[in-house]
């Protein structure tokens, strides 16, 4: 089975300890890059975490040709929009969203992330 290379978009406090090392430690699942707005924030996440390369722009995660899947982990206020671009990337993803009309427009959506 092939390795899912996993990009997180939003790597702060919620990543820190539930959803972040869970991708590095589940079977055929790698944490490939992360991103955050600050890219010191983003540098020390990723150092402190073993994570390869991180980003300071979330549609350069998304662009890069190594990331199979996103996790979209930003505040709802910008999720949808970056939902939006990776849709727009065929990438697979999962989206953290909980405002329900914004969820609700992501869970009807059949396109790929």
Known sequence: M????WGI???GT????KSGPAFQQVEQSSLTPVM???GE??????????V???YDRAEDLIM????????IATPPLVTYEIYEDGCRSRKAGICRETDGKKCRRVQNDDRSL
């Open 2 to 5: 092939k390795t899912i290379r």
């Open 9 to 11: 978009i939003g790597c």
């Open 14 to 17: 919620v990543t820190e300890h």
């Open 36 to 38: 955050r707005r600050d």
């Open 41 to 50: 924030k983003a540098k020390d996440y990723a150092e402190r975490h073993a």
């Open 52 to 54: 390869p390369r991180w």
């Open 64 to 71: 890069d040709e190594e990331v199979d899947a996103v996790y």
